[in-house]
């Protein structure tokens, strides 16, 4: 587990100006949720914490994050991973005609330790997530949607991090498949990763979360703990449906 502390952040890609100013903090051990609207930044926020930005022609222009209180944002993406903050991207992106198995093996490189730590990984992702075991032949492009998540997940935990970066898990499946995810969500970081959570499924998000910040427009318009902003009118009007 490690705190991540992200002051000032300025990001965005060209012209576009997609952060301006914003700062969170995830306690060690926590789950911390942002939420927002389509473009408000939420995924800019994760690349830029990830160092994965420049692959989406993006740059990060000011702020700083921290790692248990170490400079972390002029590291390469590589070492941010060596570090131990690893992203989950939107959309999954797994290797689709890997197979599974090669798709996990994909996730332990770069990550700190040998062979023993990366089998050991390997074995605990597959009590997370056992359909992984059983497709470990198969491609993963044959994968319906959920299982794309867990494995997108798998892979991420293969790099054995101690703060995750879930960029919108539950995108596309159904209540039942994003209730699971969001399960695997909870025991990874009872297991001791701290997670920052993006997500457009406020309900979902604020179940897991201890606290959570609004984004909008690349600015945090609203934070606080998921209990204060479940209830609050604005929350509930804008991102949970109640009218
Ligand atoms: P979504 O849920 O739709 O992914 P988001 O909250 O994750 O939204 P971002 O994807 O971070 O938002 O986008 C923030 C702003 O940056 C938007 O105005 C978007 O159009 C812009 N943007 C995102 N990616 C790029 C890119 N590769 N090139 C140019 N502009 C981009």
């Known amino acids: ?22 700062s969170l903090e995830v306690p060690d051990g926590a789950v911390v949720a942002v939420l927002g609207g389509n473009g408000a930044g939420k995924s800019t926020l994760l690349r830029a914490i990830s160092r994965t930005l420049g692959f989406h022609r993006g740059a990060v222009t000011g702020g700083s994050v921290h790692l248990d209180g170490r400079p972390v944002h002029r590291l390469s993406a590589a070492r941010m991973v ?3 903050v690893v992203q989950v991207p939107e959309g999954r992106q797994v290797f689709a005609r890997m197979t599974v198995a090669d798709n996990l093996r994909a996730g332990a490189l770069g990550a700190p330790g040998g062979r023993r730590e990366a089998a ?8 997370l997530f056992p359909v992984l075991a059983e497709r470990a032949r198969q491609r993963a492009g044959l994968l319906s949607g959920g299982e794309q998540q867990m494995l997108a997940l798998g892979r991420a935990l293969m790099a054995r991090p101690r703060v995750l970066l879930l960029d919108e ?8 498949m994003a209730a699971r995810i969001a399960e695997a969500v909870q025991e990874i970081n009872e297991a001791g990763t701290s ?8 309900a979902l998000a604020l179940r897991l979360a201890s606290t959570a910040y ?16 479940a209830a609050s009118d604005e929350v509930r009007r804008r991102y949970l449906g109640v009218v």
């Open 1 to 22: 587990m490690a705190s991540l502390e992200v002051r000032g952040l300025v990001a965005g890609y060209g012209p576009v100006r997609a952060l301006r100013d914003v």
């Open 82 to 84: 060596a570090a131990g």
């Open 120 to 127: 050991e990984a390997l074995a605990r992702v597959h009590v």
């Open 169 to 176: 898990p539950s995108l596309g499946l159904a209540p039942l």
């Open 195 to 202: 997670v920052l959570l993006v997500e457009q499924n406020a």
């Open 214 to 229: 609004v984004l909008e427009v690349g600015e945090v318009a609203l934070s606080g703990t998921a209990d204060s902003l």
